[in-house]
């Protein structure tokens, strides 16, 4: 596995395979790898001559009050489990490389930042959007795979290579499970034995309003009552969102009609903050 650490290089590397007609699979990541980051790369693997993945801690995605310097990372572990599932290139930039000074330019995708996440974290998904499209330009990938487990996330992006023509396939995969069903995340390592038993109150709860769905029940406030009912039933889960809103516009549903929804929850299991969706649709 080829490691490359600067944009230039970079996108000399894909100019030249994109000229050998080979077709680039991109996993972009922060790094800290489980294995619902390896699925990705995985699925890329299938669809692609070359798989790239980069691991960049992006600071224009955290807010002042985040996590960015405690942020897990571990950069030898995941060059192993990386070479392991036969990735043909990390890239490994530096912050300097991404944002060297006087660093000005920023994407939007409006609207859809204006719900779930994007309430409490102001500015978060601009972070996104802008970092994507750097990295987009770099790596220069006929597909990039991305997680359901970040459904905001998805949507925006899928948006953004609509709305500005971005000739790439935006590929989305299915949330990666612990035993138990907490959805992978970097950000699962903070939990202790106590916080991690608590945070798989977050898929009882998915898996109720998944029954209730399937039982016929579509009045969303009486679904979300019953996660909320979930979510309470021990205490140390401090809920931020429960909403079933539109799959693809976010905006929050009363009733599910003829419509995909999104059941998207967020909740703060001590000092860590996790995130879980499920697509509420019609079999
Ligand atoms: P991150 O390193 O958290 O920025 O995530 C990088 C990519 O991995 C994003 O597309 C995430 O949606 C995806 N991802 C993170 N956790 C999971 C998971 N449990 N299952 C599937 N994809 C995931």
């Known amino acids: 596995m080829k490691i490359i650490e600067t944009a230039k290089e970079m996108q000399m590397t894909a100019e030249r395979l994109r000229l050998e007609g080979k077709t680039i699979g991109f996993v972009p990541t922060m790094g800290y790898l489980h294995e619902g980051h390896l699925a990705l790369v995985k699925k890329a693997r299938e669809l692609c001559d070359i798989v790239v993945v980069s691991i960049f801690v992006n600071p224009t995605q955290f807010g002042p009050n985040e996590d960015i310097d405690k942020y897990p990372r571990d950069f030898e572990r995941d060059k192993r489990l990386l070479d392991q599932e036969k990735t043909d290139i990390t890239f490994f930039p530096d912050k300097k490389e991404m944002y060297p000074d006087q660093y000005f330019t920023y994407v939007q995708v409006r609207e859809l930042e204006d719900h779930l996440c994007g309430l409490s974290r102001k500015g978060h998904f ?127 549903l009363d009733y599910i009609q003829d419509k995909k929804a999104v059941l998207a929850i967020a909740c703060r299991i001590g000092k860590t903050r996790l995130i879980d969706n499920t697509i509420l649709t019609e079999a």
């Open 126 to 252: 601009v972070g996104v959007t802008t970092i994507v499209t750097k990295l987009f330009n770099i790596v220069k990938p006929h597909y990039a795979v991305f997680g359901q487990k970040d459904y905001q996330q998805l949507i925006i992006i899928q948006r953004m290579v609509r709305d500005l023509n971005m000739d790439i396939e935006i590929v989305s995969f299915p949330t990666v499970r612990e035993d138990g069903g907490l959805a992978m995340s970097s950000r699962n390592t903070y939990l202790s034995p106590e916080e991690r038993e608590k945070g798989l109150l977050i898929y009882a709860s998915i898996k109720r309003v998944e029954e209730l769905f399937k039982g016929g029940e579509r009045n969303t406030n009486s679904l979300r009552k019953e996660a909320e009912k979930i979510l309470s039933s021990r205490d140390g889960i401090d809920i931020e969102y429960i909403n079933i809103s539109d799959a693809e516009t976010l905006k929050e």
